[in-house]
């Protein structure tokens, strides 16, 4: 099982080597860097031979937040034999399946993908002649399930405002926090929008809460339905509860 990422504080503020360690922390096993995405990719092709269950995401957050919430589940995915590809963003989709060629049929097949890109994921599919999805209950029934708006809000959600700015606190990053929410921009605005904006912006703040709150989000059982309904989809063993 994985360790958890949070730690108690004794209610003094971090000082800044706190705060890189828990974000080192929260990224451990990890890519990091401007060519994370691309790297975490080549690590995916690599295994893709050996797959009984391929996973399409847009990026690494869904990767990370995937395999954190697989993890929290009691999931061995590496032991199933099931690989989170993430594929550089969704107008990738098309491309990637059509590399991916025969194994498509060879392999079990799933994905996630923003509300936003859904007809990009739909077009792509029925090119690939995976299948000929015209609903988000056909794309589901494949296998492919739709976050709304994306999976920064999906867990937010989940996890609810009052346990995120607790999480932001535990992390050092609440101060941060509440000076974006005095921003004229958006100063009085959901708390729950504030959160998603501060968690996109930066590209690591983003990819360490992934982690962070789908841990939080699968260690109360509350996980965002795309995500348990895409790790359901993905099992292969159909025989597990």
């Given at each position: 099982?994985?360790?958890?990422?949070?730690?108690?504080?004794?209610?003094?503020?971090?000082?800044?080597?706190?705060?890189?360690?828990?974000?080192?922390?929260?990224?451990?096993?990890?890519?990091?860097?401007?060519?994370?995405?691309?790297?975490?990719?080549?690590?995916?092709?690599?295994?893709?031979?050996?797959?009984?269950?391929?996973?399409?995401?847009?990026?690494?957050?869904?990767?990370?937040?995937?395999?954190?919430?697989?993890?929290?589940?009691?999931?061995?995915?590496?032991?199933?034999?099931?690989?989170?590809?993430?594929?550089?963003?969704?107008?990738?989709?098309?491309?990637?399946?059509?590399?991916?060629?025969?194994?498509?049929?060879?392999?079990?097949?799933?994905?996630?993908?923003?509300?936003?890109?859904?007809?990009?994921?739909?077009?792509?599919?029925?090119?690939?002649?995976?299948?000929?999805?015209?609903?988000?209950?056909?794309?589901?029934?494949?296998?492919?399930?739709?976050?709304?708006?994306?999976?920064?809000?999906?867990?937010?959600?989940?996890?609810?405002?009052?346990?995120?700015?607790?999480?932001?606190?535990?992390?050092?990053?609440?101060?941060?926090?509440?000076?974006?929410?005095?921003?004229?921009?958006?100063?009085?605005?959901?708390?729950?929008?504030?959160?998603?904006?501060?968690?996109?912006?930066?590209?690591?703040?983003?990819?360490?809460?992934?982690?962070?709150?789908?841990?939080?989000?699968?260690?109360?059982?509350?996980?965002?339905?795309?995500?348990?309904?895409?790790?359901?989809?993905?099992?292969?063993?159909?025989?597990v509860a």
């Amino acid at each position: 099982m994985m360790a958890t990422t949070r730690i108690p504080t004794d209610g003094t503020p971090m000082d800044l080597a706190q705060r890189h360690e828990l974000a080192r922390r929260a990224l451990d096993g990890y890519e990091s860097g401007p060519d994370a995405t691309t790297r975490a990719l080549t690590s995916a092709r690599a295994k893709m031979g050996d797959a009984a269950a391929l996973v399409l995401v847009e990026g690494l957050s869904d990767q990370i937040a995937l395999e954190t919430a697989a993890t929290g589940g009691g999931r061995d995915l590496e032991a199933e034999r099931v690989v989170i590809v993430p594929i550089g963003g969704a107008h990738a989709i098309g491309r990637f399946l059509t590399e991916m060629g025969p194994l498509t049929a060879q392999v079990r097949l799933a994905g996630l993908y923003d509300v936003r890109e859904e007809e990009v994921f739909r077009r792509a599919l029925v090119a690939a002649q995976i299948g000929s999805p015209r609903t988000r209950a056909d794309m589901e029934r494949l296998g492919f399930h739709v976050c709304v708006d994306d999976l920064e809000e999906e867990l937010i959600r989940a996890v609810g405002a009052a346990e995120v700015e607790a999480l932001f606190d535990s992390q050092g990053d609440l101060g941060s926090f509440l000076s974006l929410q005095n921003q004229p921009a958006w100063r009085g605005r959901e708390p729950e929008r504030q959160m998603w904006r501060f968690l996109r912006s930066g590209a690591r703040r983003n990819l360490r809460y992934a982690r962070l709150l789908a841990e939080a989000a699968a260690g109360r059982g509350a996980l965002p339905r795309p995500l348990a309904a895409l790790l359901e989809a993905a099992r292969t063993d159909r025989s597990v509860a």
